[in-house]
């Protein structure tokens, strides 16, 4: 009777422990492992757009898609929206929606980055009309006035448009001869 004890055990210490072993998993299809070869020689140090679509242009090309698949087709997507067609795979392959907060987030952090771009583009704007300016000025042969100083509107500036001495060249600049 101890020895019918004693076999069971045995039998169970031959066994390798499950705990020691990773679950199986069903192997990877052919064409997976294809296309993953596939990018990975097509880009080597990972996935990085050079072009990233917005949100919006995102849900947009989802629902072209979704409308008609047989005429928005990922390459003419991927032509439409000037990204690649495997940029275009991945956007309708991902399901991901934010939620309402995550949302709101994400169009207050749009606005003001789009702020600080206009902002950015005035100061830019600004500084290339003084460096006109100082060019000018060195140069001894006219005087610049730019874009940032006629949205200025300053007692200076409506008295050189009544001079009479300003004259336009394009719809950024005017020369005004000294």
Same mark, same amino acid.
């Given at each position: 009777?101890?020895?019918? #004890?004693?076999?069971?055990?045995?039998?169970?210490?031959?066994?390798?422990?499950?705990?020691?072993?990773?679950?199986?998993?069903?192997?990877?299809?052919?064409?997976?492992?294809?296309?993953?070869?596939?990018?990975?020689?097509?880009?080597?140090?990972?996935?990085?757009?050079?072009?990233?679509?917005?949100?919006?242009?995102?849900?947009? !090309?989802?629902?072209?898609?979704?409308?008609?698949?047989?005429?928005?087709?990922?390459?003419? !997507?991927?032509?439409?929206?000037?990204?690649?067609?495997?940029?275009?795979?991945?956007? !309708?392959?991902?399901?991901?929606?934010?939620?309402?907060?995550?949302?709101?987030?994400?169009?207050?952090?749009?606005?003001?980055?789009?702020?600080?771009?206009?902002?950015?583009?005035?100061?830019?704007?600004?500084?290339?009309?003084?460096?006109?300016?100082?060019?000018?000025?060195?140069?001894?042969?006219?005087?610049?006035?730019?874009?940032?100083?006629?949205?200025?509107?300053?007692?200076?500036?409506?008295?050189?448009?009544?001079?009479?001495?300003?004259?336009?060249?394009?719809?950024?600049?005017?020369?005004? #001869?000294?």
């Amino acid at each position: 009777m101890l020895e019918e #004890l004693k076999e069971p055990d045995e039998q169970a210490s031959n066994l390798p422990h499950s705990s020691n072993f990773a679950p199986l998993k069903p192997p990877t299809p052919d064409e997976w492992k294809s296309h993953r070869g596939t990018m990975r020689s097509q880009f080597p140090q990972g996935w990085a757009p050079p072009r990233r679509l917005s949100r919006d242009a995102m849900e947009g !090309l989802r629902s072209l898609h979704a409308y008609d698949p047989a005429t928005f087709s990922t390459p003419i !997507l991927a032509q439409k929206f000037h990204v690649s067609p495997e940029a275009v795979r991945r956007i !309708l392959r991902s399901k991901w929606q934010p939620t309402k907060d995550e949302r709101a987030r994400m169009v207050q952090r749009e606005q003001k980055t789009r702020q600080e771009w206009i902002k950015q583009r005035r100061v830019e704007e600004r500084m290339r009309d003084i460096a006109a300016q100082l060019e000018g000025d060195q140069r001894g042969e006219f005087k610049t006035v730019g874009a940032a100083d006629q949205r200025d509107g300053s007692r200076r500036d409506w008295d050189r448009k009544r001079s009479g001495k300003v004259t336009g060249i394009n719809r950024y600049d005017k020369l005004s #001869l000294q």
